[in-house]
């Protein structure tokens, strides 16, 4: 079929604007990029989450006791709601592994004799299951196997529970408790040093000394069933058993952190696109709006031959159609490859059977939609103007523009600038809209720059903080039963220590207000200096006496501030209830944490002069005999290094974020390019037979491009601030859109970022100035100055 003259005419429009065309697009791609590459890369994590909970039995509720009879299984069965429970054993303990110069933690767990009775069940991968006759077999998990150098066949000995056990590694699995493995003293992952190892309960009864008991305790709740009727069933249950309290999958750490991961690809996809196409409706509206006038003529034509005003009209919202249509294909494309690297930077951290990547197509119909939609907005006021002109009116010249004096050509009166310099003074001062249109879109990319670099300089403040100024300590051990802090007293003779301190962490619920919020205290000594709490304002915000000094996030979830009292609930030990005070706020970024005085937190808990671990500063030329002085030391079952946290927080965060700020930076860049370059082309649309006019009055080539270019450096170095400002705010939105209970990031900038952010942008908008002006040194004179403009 022979394409209409209107669909020809539309090809060829097209055609000829193919560089502003394309630079628009790739602004609409941008944004239906980030859409498709986040919910993409969501469905593919709820896809794989929802895949394995079912095939592994994933519970509902999980609770803790120090030893209850297996007896007490049947009580929790027969809980109103409750339609299975899965009763097990789990110690820890060190593990020797060889190439590791740090003790690993071993988690030892009992699989249930019964595996179709199993929750929480764990996927083999490799090898096989241990036989239930043999006491030697285990498996181990996959994450785990693969950091440390484990493979199948090797001997592993921990001393677990005071007792040295070693078992053969026969197989790798998986488990839903254990996808994201977070450390001790950080949510970073530290996959080497966090052994998890299972065996046959016979197995682990014997390593454990907990024959006919147990310890750990896996729910499933019935649908409809209210949680926390049962949660409060579970704890009357194990109460005599040194029960403590029950909690929801929401707070299982490793499916807390992967929730909190899926809630961080909304907001990335709900946020960002909305800046691209509002930016490239802007111009959409700038380029049809100059399209329109510079084809009053064709139109009137058009008209004169019978088109009528809607079809003469129809052309142009066609034609932001047509470029909404491209981007959001090439948008598809990209947030396609996009959703696939990151899926891939997925399989790293987050261990799951099968992690297949997906395409989300309902995300790519949506922002495809969204994106014709926003750019047919942008021309329809061009449209509107297409409309209403009249042949006879459309066939005439343009009324030449009326000259008058502006509050610019005031300003610059008595200034002595050249005459080119006033050329674009008098220009900015013409076209107001497009000065300041251009100006937020250039501003828009400086923004996103900013916005996106600040997290460098946010990760190196939580470092500094975290673990150089407030935990000031090398080397940190927990034991297995809170002990006298002579047993501090004995680690500070280990080799290579220079000091130690005792450390009480206990379990704790708030309550406050009908609010709720399980954390811990943490008891440190008024006179700590391995382990202090930083303020607000970064002073040493010690606790005294019963009062807390809370973490200011934990405060706000709870509403309450310093003066204010609290109910405490104790969930170690024996357990009990308090209304302390809140004597100060402590500002940390990992964790929401509270601080007490140890011996007050001892005395309220009814004990005596006890610890639960101590931190240490140990000699780094003699942490190899200080970790086989605390392999050997039965009563440790925990083992962190600061340097080995902060090294693993540097690696997961380079990583990750690098691949983030090469999207942003490549994101910007469209902006920026696509802003300054179209308004350079606009512009030399305009101006190019007076350009060309100078050149036959003997202007260079040079000081014709300074004209031109003169215009768009003024808007750009305008857009600096707007940016600045603009960077700052989205550093701050970022860190209230991404924050979550385990992390929280300052909203810092460091003058290196914005010198570098600056410094980019002021590239990219030269670059594309130049591609544009480059034309004014291949003028045909004669041409140019033979057509009406």
């Not at 047509?322 to 696939?340: E, H, K, R």
């Not at 009249?390 to 030449?400: K, L």
């Not at 808990?605 to 030329?621: C, F, R, T």
């Not at 090469?662 to 007076?690: H, K, Q, T």
Request: hydrophobic letters at 50%.
């Amino acid at each position: 079929m022979k394409p209409r003259a209107l669909d020809r005419k539309l090809g060829r429009d097209l055609w000829r604007m193919r560089w502003q065309v394309l630079a628009i697009a790739l602004l609409i791609a941008c944004g239906v990029s980030v859409a498709v590459m986040a919910f993409s890369a969501q469905r593919a994590l709820e896809q794989a989450q929802a895949d394995f909970y079912r095939e592994t039995r994933f519970a509902d509720v999980f609770a803790a006791a120090k030893r209850a009879p297996l007896a007490r299984e049947r009580d929790l069965a027969a809980i109103e709601g409750v339609t299975a429970v899965d009763a097990r054993i789990v110690q820890s303990g060190l593990m020797d592994v060889p190439g590791l110069s740090r003790p690993a933690i071993a988690r030892l767990i009992s699989l249930p004799d019964d595996p179709r009775r199993c929750l929480n069940c764990v996927q083999l991968v490799a090898g096989r299951m241990p036989d239930p006759a043999r006491m030697e077999e285990a498996v181990a998990l996959r994450a785990f196997m693969d950091a440390a150098g484990v493979r199948l066949g090797d001997r592993l000995r921990a001393t677990i529970g005071g007792r040295v056990v070693s078992f053969v590694i026969v197989g790798a699995v998986l488990s839903p408790e254990y996808v994201y493995v977070p450390a001790p003293e950080s949510f970073m992952p530290d996959d080497a040093h966090q052994g998890v190892l299972w065996a046959p309960r016979r197995a682990v009864e014997r390593a454990t000394d907990m024959t006919g008991a147990f310890n750990a305790v896996a729910l499933t709740v019935a649908p409809g069933v209210s949680r926390p009727g049962v949660l409060q069933e579970v704890d009357r249950v194990l109460a005599p058993y040194g029960g403590r309290a029950a909690y929801e999958r929401t707070d299982q750490a490793s499916h807390a952190f992967l929730t909190a991961e899926l809630k961080e690809l909304s907001i990335s996809a709900s946020v960002l696109p909305p800046v691209f196409l509002i930016v490239a409706a802007a111009l959409v509206h700038l380029v049809v709006s100059r399209l329109v006038d510079a084809e009053r003529e064709q139109i009137g034509l058009l008209k004169a031959f019978g088109y009528s005003d809607r079809e003469a009209a129809a052309n142009y919202v066609r034609m932001a159609a047509a470029i909404g249509t491209a981007g959001a294909l090439g948008g598809g494309l990209i947030g396609g490859g996009f959703g696939a690297a990151i899926v891939d930077l997925y399989r790293d951290y987050f261990r799951f059977p099968e992690l297949q990547v997906r395409f989300s197509w309902m995300a790519f119909i949506g922002a495809t939609a969204v994106s014709i939609a926003a750019a047919m907005a942008g021309s329809l006021a061009a449209a509107r103007r297409a409309t209403a002109l009249s042949p006879a009116v459309a066939m005439q010249p343009p009324r030449p523009a009326s000259f008058r004096r502006g509050v610019l050509d005031d300003l610059f009166r008595d200034a002595r600038i050249d005459q080119a310099t006033r050329m674009i003074v008098r220009n900015l001062e013409r076209f107001p809209v497009r000065a300041v249109l251009t100006t937020l879109g250039l501003a828009a990319g400086l923004v996103l720059l900013i916005g996106s670099l600040f997290l460098f300089d946010s990760l190196d403040r939580v470092v500094e903080r975290s673990y150089f100024r407030s935990q000031r300590w090398s080397e940190s051990v927990g034991f297995a039963e809170p002990r006298n802090v002579e047993a501090v007293n004995a680690l500070a003779r280990l080799p290579g220590v220079f000091a130690a301190e005792p450390v009480r962490v206990v379990a704790v619920r708030f309550r406050s207000g009908g609010r709720e919020e399980m954390t811990r205290i943490v008891g440190l000594d008024p006179d700590a200096m391995l382990h202090r709490a930083l303020g607000p304002s970064d002073r040493v915000a010690a606790p005294a006496g019963r009062g807390l000094v809370l973490d200011e996030a934990l405060a706000a979830r709870l509403s309450l501030k310093p003066g204010d009292r609290v109910w405490v609930e104790i969930l170690d030990g024996r357990g009990g209830q308090a209304l302390l005070p809140i004597t100060g706020l402590a500002r940390d970024y990992s964790g929401a944490t509270a601080y007490m005085d140890r011996r007050a937190l001892n005395r309220l808990m009814g004990e005596g002069d006890v610890a639960s671990g101590a931190e240490l500063l140990v000699a780094a030329d003699a942490r190899g005999a200080f970790y086989r002085a605390i392999e050997a030391a039965p009563q440790i079952v925990g083992s962190s290094s600061r340097d080995d946290t902060v090294a693993a927080w540097r690696a997961v965060m380079a990583k990750s974020f690098s691949t983030a700020i090469l999207f942003y930076l490549g994101f910007a860049g469209a902006i920026a390019f696509g802003v300054a370059y179209n308004m350079c082309r606009i512009s030399l649309a305009e101006r190019v037979r007076d350009l060309a006019t100078l050149r036959v009055l003997g202007f260079d080539p040079a000081t014709c491009a300074y004209i031109l270019l003169g215009e768009l450096a003024v808007l750009a170095l305008l857009a600096v601030p707007i940016g600045v400002l603009g960077g700052y705010g989205l550093s701050h939105g970022l860190v209230a859109a991404y924050s979550r209970e385990d992390v929280r990031f300052p909203a810092i900038i460091a003058a290196d970022s914005y010198g570098a952010a600056i410094g980019a942008y002021l590239i990219v908008v030269a670059l594309a100035g130049g591609l544009a002006a480059r034309r004014i040194w291949t003028f045909d004179l004669v041409a140019v100055l033979k057509t009406r403009e």
